[in-house]
């Protein structure tokens, strides 16, 4: 069964840091470009960032530019989201979601194939 599944999340206070994993199984991520999404209670889901198939080029959104990173380890068939300096506006259930290929523009793919169930991460003190 082809699935990816997002860990790490939790509540924290402002300012504090949380490392989201996105692990997949069934299949390999070395052939995929990866990306982060959220969704916030009453609003539509929004791209945070994503990576290409060897990490050379990744993408942020404005809102998290400066205080997330991303990051991938082909060998263990995951990806990272380092989520430092985190404002209550941070919280949502954040996704991961994988796309067959690279991608080359200076913005993250909008279509994926999979996508995971996604993790809670709330900050709040």
């Known amino acids: 069964q082809l699935q990816l599944v997002e860990s790490g999340g939790g509540l924290v206070q402002p300012g504090g840091s949380l490392r989201l994993s996105c692990a997949a199984s069934?299949?390999?991520?070395?052939?995929?470009?990866i990306g982060w999404f959220r969704q916030a209670p009453g609003k539509e889901r929004e791209g945070v960032s994503c990576i290409n198939i060897d990490g050379g080029r990744t993408n942020f959104a404005d809102s998290v530019k400066g205080r997330f990173t991303i990051s991938r380890d082909n060998a263990k068939n995951t990806v990272y989201l380092q989520m430092n300096g985190l404002k209550p506006e941070d919280t949502a259930v954040y996704s991961c979601a994988a796309r067959q290929g690279n991608f080359y523009g200076s913005r993250c793919p909008i279509s994926y194939n999979y996508w995971g169930q996604g993790t809670q991460v709330t900050i709040s003190s």
């Open positions: 069934g299949f390999t991520l070395d052939y995929y470009t």
